[in-house]
């Protein structure tokens, strides 16, 4: 998946908890024709638990996970892109840092979240 850029960048330390990921392509390159996004808390045993999210798009070949609920401090989260089309995964890790302040994005519409969203575009060849 090349051109493909995480917000926060990986491996980023120090994230204030009230990020929403983004994940986009550099100009040049466009997504594949399917892919799926997700959020992943990553526990003290290195399971992956999934993260409530919204899916917003900013524009073409952009888009930001909405955090609805709060991101812990001090924990690591993945954010996975998957090529459906392919089979390819890529993923990047960050660390929170500090409480969130605010809540109001816990109370947003339960239909309009999920723990993975699947983004069609337009076909590559």
């Not at 550099?26 to 526990?43: A, E, F, N």
């Not at 500090?98 to 339960?110: I, L, N, P, W």
Request: charged share 30%; aromatic share 8%.
């Amino acid at each position: 998946m090349q051109g493909l850029v995480f917000e926060p960048p990986d491996h980023s330390r120090h994230v204030d908890t009230d990020i929403d990921p983004e994940i986009y392509w550099s100009s040049g390159y466009k997504p594949p024709s399917r892919i799926t996004v997700s959020l992943k808390r990553i526990d003290e045993y290195g399971d992956l638990e999934s993260v409530n999210t919204k899916l917003k798009q900013l524009g073409e070949n952009r888009w930001r996970l909405v955090v609805l609920g709060m991101l812990n401090e001090g924990t690591v989260y993945t954010l996975i892109v998957r090529d459906d089309t392919r089979g390819e995964q890529v993923e990047a890790w960050f660390m929170t840092r500090k409480a969130r302040v605010g809540g109001s994005k816990a109370s947003e519409r339960a239909h309009e979240n999920a723990f993975e969203h699947t983004v069609t575009t337009e076909a590559q060849e």
